[in-house]
């Protein structure tokens, strides 16, 4: 008998929420939130609200994008993990923070950031 097993594998496990964001020209990529954090996505304009205080966010953003944005809101701490991104925004500021908590941001060793 041959049985199909599924593993799902999560970010939301401890007290820190992951999500990955991958830019590539006018499109992005954003993994799957966990509970209590909303994403919306217009191609490169990503929106990321948090509503858990309690939560670390952790956000790794890599890639290229000429017109491009992350527009974080959140209540809780927030790590943002550059590994190698080059974003820039017709529309203001290519990174803009609403955070109740502290944002820590960090360059990837051995990477580019613009």
Do not use: W
Not at 57 to 77: E, H, V, W
Not at 78 to 101: C, D, F, Q, V, Y
């Amino acid at each position: 008998m041959k049985r199909n097993i599924f593993l799902f594998l999560t970010s939301c496990v401890g007290n820190a929420q992951k999500i990955s964001i991958i830019y590539s020209g006018s499109e992005s990529e954003v993994s799957a939130p966990c509970p209590g954090v909303t994403v919306k996505k217009d191609g490169s304009r990503i929106e990321i609200e948090s509503q858990l205080a309690d939560q670390e966010l952790i956000i790794n953003m890599k890639g290229t994008s000429p017109d491009g944005s992350l527009m974080l809101k959140s209540q809780g701490k927030t790590t943002i993990r550059l590994e190698g991104l080059n974003l820039t925004s017709s529309n203001g500021a290519p990174i803009r923070l609403h955070n109740k908590k502290r944002v820590l941001i960090q360059a990837a060793k051995g990477t580019t950031n613009t």
